[in-house]
């Protein structure tokens, strides 16, 4: 099947092909005489998932570059984030980033100042159940990414070739489990992935420096913490137990529920991230995190709080009660925290929200958004949560 996509004001046609063909491609159709330049300066890959698609949206309404977002579309990517973007300003094409005549097409015909990978399978259960897929994304998708970066970037020249940037947005479960008297996870603390996830990323991230310190492409590597907010896919904890709480179904809590997490809202993290892309030096690795550690405990009762005042449930009954412990995560990581210092003081960045009112903001955008969460949990979303959770632990694990 093949996916047209309207090229603006009828100059052009952006024709891909359908992900489930056995390989995606594209092509620009030629401009025809005198139709207007576009000049498309930013590359985002993955850029219809939770965060990729924050970026965007706050990257265009603060009017800057145009964006060619390239995404595969997995469960996790939403085209419908994006709906409403004006042509001119956002071009979207669906495919992989391991496709490399793809990718290579892409950069030499809208010549971005920079790539950021958002791209990857995210999701820690999902990775202990089939690894595979995390490979092939987070690891040898991230290495034909860089290989297409790499021969664009060989091929700019002067100021071009100085300004540009390739980066890789990565997560603080790089550095594995902390103790609960640990320091934070600073930019030099080692690398100890603990699930097929963490380790996938630790991967795509070595590659990354690797591509900085062989070939001298200017790369620049986030390592973020826990995000929350709008559009973030049902699967983690934030989302799934706004959606639960409001269907009155059973909050399913890992184990003894006090491993730690340390929460951002996601416009924070963009805003680190746009920072990053500006003033990050190449070949530096930069910590964002929200100084919010939290006990999923703690992060679960705060969202039934938040529910109950916004919206009550019918029967009256507190959300709380839903609090269910179920059986533990293999390799459970006890505690993330991640220091900012270096982001803090090289770049200036600084969480603008508390956790509580981050958490308020995004149940209320759930709650605005039901056909958004309606149109996401499909019949495999549905099929997750059976093969997951179990019809057991959903409905009759030990309350919490
Ligand atoms: P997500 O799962 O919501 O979205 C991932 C996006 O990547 C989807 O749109 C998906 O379609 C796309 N994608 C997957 N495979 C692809 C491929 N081969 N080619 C092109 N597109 C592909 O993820 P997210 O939560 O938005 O995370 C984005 C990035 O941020 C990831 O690299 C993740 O490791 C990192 N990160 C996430 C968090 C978090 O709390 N969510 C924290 C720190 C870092
Ligand atoms: P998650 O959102 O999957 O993010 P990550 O594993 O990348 O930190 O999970 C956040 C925490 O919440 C983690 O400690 C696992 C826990 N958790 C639950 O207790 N129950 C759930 O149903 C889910 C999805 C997560």
Known sequence: MWTTIAGWTGFFRFVVRDAAADRCWAALFPRLPGAPEIVMTIMVVGGAGFIGSNFVLEWLSLGLEPVVNLDKLTYAGNRTNLSGLPPDRHLFVHGDKADRALTAELLAQRRPRAVVDFAAETHVDRSIRGPEAFLTTNVLGTFHLLEAVRAYWLGLAGAER???????????????????????????????????????????DHLTRAYGRTYGLPTLTTNCSNNYGPFQFPEKLVPLMILNGL????????????????????????????????????????????????????????????????????????????????????????????????????????????????????VEWYLGHRSWTDDVVSGAYRDWVKVHYGAASLEGGEKS
């Not at 008297?181 to 600073?186: E, G, I, K, M, S």
């Not at 939290?294 to 938040?306: G, I, P």
Request: aromatic residues 8%; proline residues 7%; charged residues 30%.
């Open 162 to 204: 100085e300004a540009f940037r390739f980066l890789q947005i990565s997560t603080d479960e790089v550095y594995g489990s902390l103790g609960p008297d640990d320091p934070a996870f600073v930019e030099e603390s080692p690398y100890a992935p603990n699930s097929p996830y963490a380790a996938s990323k630790a991967a795509a």
């Open 247 to 362: 269907a009155g179904r059973d909050l399913p809590i890992y184990g003894d529920g006090r491993q730690i997490r340390d929460w951002l809202h996601v416009a924070d993290h963009c805003r680190a991230l746009r920072l990053t892309l500006e003033r990050g030096r190449p070949g530096e690795t930069y910590n964002i995190g929200g100084g919010q550690e939290k006990t999923n405990l703690e992060t679960v009762e705060l969202l039934c709080r938040l529910l109950d005042e916004l919206a009550p449930a019918a029967d009256g009954r507190p959300r709380r009660d839903l609090m269910r412990r179920v059986a533990d995560r293999p390799g459970h990581d006890r505690r993330y925290a991640v220091d900012f210092s270096k982001i803090a003081r090289e770049l200036g960045f600084a969480p603008a929200r508390t956790f509580e009112q981050g958490l308020r903001e995004t």
